[in-house]
């Protein structure tokens, strides 16, 4: 098998056999889209397995080193985000314990440390694997990265995780939202190098994303800072970010606009028209509100504009709380 000779646009949709048939739900079967989208996953596994000769190119001790490596990593990663989600619990408690804070918060660093080790030697374990894979023409001419960019997708969200963001098909907007996304493997592969969604939202993602697009004609001008910086928020707040210290949510579109308004009004680094999508993610994740993040540029070209011309990235924007308002146990 090889990839449909169309595969940028929908290789997911060539890979049902009754397509159309396949997608009729029945109100009594609420299964039936979960088997949907695990049919069309192994139906892309199968192109991928019958494309790449994996067991003449990796050798077995490569691929057991990265493996181990990276479950390691993963099972890391989801122990530090458990502690963090307790601990942020911990300090929201109007009978908070210090104590108890403080031990959580030494964990959470030990975690951290820890997580950094497995990072790098996932990485290192990774590096004669990739040499390996990239020399094969399969990855190289780039003739399956639709396919890969789709079986990545539908693995990552789950087929349950799919259908559950529909109602199992039966809310037919949510469930027209995920379609559109899985036929357009251009966009699913930006999502991932923007490191997709947070919890692998890709439903809530899309919802937040398509809000921001009939929002603002900017950002639909494709490859533009607008188009990226739509795409960074919807990825980053498909978990919904509180606004630091209350109960109040962020509005992922109301923050795409503050960032787009200000960029226009040229209150934004110059370089902000350069950030990738992933980079945008962490620009619009701030747990500050709108209007403090504003407060905040304003201060700045007021009170100290001779920071915002320095040299140094690092610090230039915070370089404040070394001068001139130093960071202290906050006093309520």
């Not at 939202?201 to 009939?214: C, K, V």
């Amino acid at each position: 098998s090889s990839a449909p000779a169309d595969a940028g646009s929908g290789v997911v949709s060539h890979c049902l056999v009754n397509s159309t048939n396949s997608m009729i739900m029945d109100d009594d079967t609420p299964n039936n889209l979960v088997s949907t989208y695990s049919e069309m996953q192994d139906n892309l596994r199968a192109i991928i397995c019958s494309s790449v000769p994996y067991s003449t190119i990796i050798d077995d001790a490569s691929s057991a080193i990265f493996v181990a490596a990276y479950s390691e990593e993963r099972m890391l990663r989801d122990e530090v985000n458990n502690v963090k989600q307790i601990l942020d619990k911990a300090e929201k408690r109007e009978n908070k314990s210090e104590d108890e804070i403080n031990v959580l918060r030494a964990q959470l660093r030990e975690g951290e440390a820890r997580l950094k080790q497995a990072e790098d030697a996932t990485y290192t374990a990774a590096i004669p694997v990739l040499a390996v894979l990239q020399d094969h023409e399969v990855f190289s001419d780039g003739s399956l990265d639709d396919v890969f960019v789709s079986y990545m997708v539908l693995s990552d969200a789950t087929p349950k995780g799919l259908a559950t963001f529909s109602d199992f098909g039966h809310n037919v907007e949510k469930k027209a939202l995920i379609d559109e996304m899985l036929d357009d493997t251009r966009l699913m592969k930006q999502i991932l190098v923007a490191g997709g969604p947070v919890n692998g939202d890709y439903g809530g993602a899309m919802e937040i994303y398509n809000r921001i697009l009939r929002s603002s004609s900017n950002a639909l001008q494709e490859g533009s800072i607008f188009s990226r910086l739509a795409l960074g928020t919807s990825l980053e707040h498909a978990n919904p970010i509180k606004i630091f210290d209350t109960q109040r949510i962020i509005d992922p579109v109301d923050r795409y606009l503050h960032y787009e308004r200000a960029y226009l009004d040229g209150e934004l680094d110059p370089a902000f028209e350069n950030m990738t999508a992933w980079e945008c993610r962490w620009i619009t994740n701030s747990d500050a509100s709108d209007e403090e993040a504003a407060w905040g540029r304003e201060m700045l070209r007021n009170y100290r504009p001779d920071l915002i011309f320095s040299n140094g990235y690092d610090w230039r924007y915070c370089q404040i709380v070394r001068s001139d308002v130093r960071y202290k146990r906050p006093e309520w």
